[in-house]
């Protein structure tokens, strides 16, 4: 019965410690995909840029 008891408590420790690295991990995973999205913008934006210049220089 005190087995039963313990293996229960670790249990539940163990899901609660694991649910909370699963949040953490979804959070800076969201995190990690807005500022993935936010440098390709960036890079698209660069590239447009460089693309107007030439298109100016051209003329």
Known sequence: MV???LEMVL??????K???WLYIW???GITLVILLCK???N???RK???LF???MLKI
């Open 39 to 41: 440098i390709i913008d």
């Open 53 to 55: 210049i030439q298109d």
């Open 3 to 5: 087995v039963k008891l």
């Open 48 to 50: 447009e840029k460089m």
């Open 11 to 16: 249990l539940k420790g163990l899901t609660i």
């Open 26 to 28: 979804e959070v800076n």
């Open 18 to 20: 694991v649910k909370r």
């Open 43 to 45: 890079i698209n934006q």
